[in-house]
C-alpha cells in the first residue's frame, strides 16, 4: 500500500464526496486532501509519489462524481485560499473564493467583475473551465494564475499561457490553481450593485436556482450553415434543442431534465450518480436522433462507475 506524505493540513481516508457536490451524489476518494496553506500543499505534493493521481475539486457545483468514487487524492481548498484584494483595479483572488464574493468585493471598490456574480462555483473552477455568463468570460480579464505543479513548485503563469476557451483551459497535468489576477474595468459602485441585482432577478426567474443542480448541463452547440458545416459565428441553445427532441422534464429515477430549464439536470430526490449521467446520455441521444446535433457535457463527470 502506497504510503502518503503527513500534512499539516487535513488527509482523510475513503472519504464520501456526496456531500461535497451540489448535486448530492457519488463515492468516496481514496483520500481528501485539505491543506492548511499554500507551503502545505506544496510539500505534500512533492513528496507524494508521483503515480498518485491527484484530483484538484473545487465546490462541486459543476461536476458529477461517479458512484463509485475516485481513485486518486481529491484535494479541495479552503480557508487558506479564499482571500480577496482589489489594488489599482486588478482583483486578486484565491482559488477557493467564492465567483459570487469577487464579483461583491470587486464592487465595492468600483471594479467591474460583475459577469462573475451569477456563476456558482470558485475561482480555481472558473480559471479552469473560462467560466462566462452574460457574453464575458474569464479570459476577457484574466492576467495571471497562481499554481502548485504536480512535483511540488509554486509558479506564476500567464493567462495566455492557458490557451483559454469555451469552457476549456490548458492547465499543466496534475496542477492545482491556488489564485488569479484579474484587470477589472472601473464603475460606479451602485450602479455595478444594481446590475448584479438585475442579473439574480433574471437568473431566478429563468433557472432552477432552489434545486439540486449543476448548471447548464450542455454546451450550446455551434450553428449550421446552409451547407450543414458547423458555423462558430452563433450558437444554438442547448435547451431549445432539448425542447425540440421532448426532453422536458425526462426521469431517470431520482435524475430529472427540469421543466423550469431543460438544460439543468437535477437530483429530485434519491438520485445516484448513475441516474443523472444516464439521463443525460438518453438526452444526448434523443438530441442527435432528433437533430443531427451532438451535445457536449459541460458538467465534469469523474470517477468509477460502481463501488469498488
Excluded at 189 to 195: D, F, I, N, W
Excluded at 282 to 308: C, D, H, Y
Aim: aromatic residues 6%; charged residues 20%.
Amino acid at each position: 500500500m502506497t504510503t502518503l506524505p503527513t500534512p499539516r493540513g487535513a488527509l482523510t481516508p475513503d472519504r464520501p464526496l456526496s456531500d461535497l457536490t451540489w448535486l448530492r451524489v457519488g463515492g468516496p476518494a481514496d483520500w481528501l486532501f485539505q491543506p492548511a496553506d499554500e507551503a502545505d500543499l506544496a510539500g505534500f505534493l512533492a513528496a507524494l509519489p508521483p503515480e498518485v493521481p491527484v484530483f484538484p475539486m473545487g465546490v462541486g457545483s459543476n461536476l458529477i462524481v461517479r458512484d463509485g468514487g475516485i481513485r486518486a487524492v481529491v484535494i479541495r481548498l479552503g480557508r487558506g485560499f479564499n482571500a480577496i484584494t482589489v489594488e489599482g483595479g486588478r482583483v486578486t483572488a484565491g482559488a477557493a473564493a467564492l465567483d459570487a464574493h469577487v464579483a461583491r468585493k470587486a464592487a465595492e471598490a468600483g471594479c467591474d467583475l460583475t459577469f462573475l456574480r451569477t456563476i456558482p462555483g470558485s475561482i480555481g473552477g472558473a480559471v479552469r473551465m473560462n467560466a462566462g455568463c452574460y457574453g464575458h468570460y474569464v479570459a476577457d480579464f484574466l492576467e495571471e494564475i497562481r499554481i502548485v505543479t504536480r512535483s511540488g513548485q509554486i509558479e506564476t503563469l500567464p493567462a495566455a499561457a492557458l490557451n483559454l476557451r469555451y469552457r476549456q483551459s490548458d492547465l499543466p497535468e496534475g496542477a492545482v490553481v491556488i489564485g488569479a489576477t484579474f484587470y477589472a474595468p472601473a464603475g460606479d459602485p451602485a450602479a455595478l450593485a444594481a446590475r448584479m441585482e438585475d442579473q439574480l432577478a433574471k437568473r431566478d426567474a429563468s433557472q432552477p436556482t432552489k434545486d439540486r443542480s449543476a448548471g447548464s448541463t450542455f454546451r450550446n452547440p455551434l450553428g449550421r450553415s446552409s451547407t450543414g458545416a458547423a458555423d462558430d459565428t452563433h450558437e444554438l441553445k442547448a435547451w431549445k434543442v432539448i425542447d425540440d427532441a421532448g426532453m422536458r422534464g425526462a426521469r431517470i429515477g431520482g435524475a430529472q431534465m427540469s421543466e423550469m430549464h431543460s438544460n439543468f439536470l437535477i437530483n429530485a430526490g434519491g438520485a445516484t450518480a448513475a441516474d443523472l449521467e444516464n439521463l443525460g446520455e438518453e438526452v444526448r441521444k434523443r438530441v442527435f436522433q432528433n437533430s443531427g446535433i451532438t451535445l457536449e457535457w459541460e458538467i465534469m463527470r469523474v470517477g468509477e462507475p460502481t463501488a469498488k
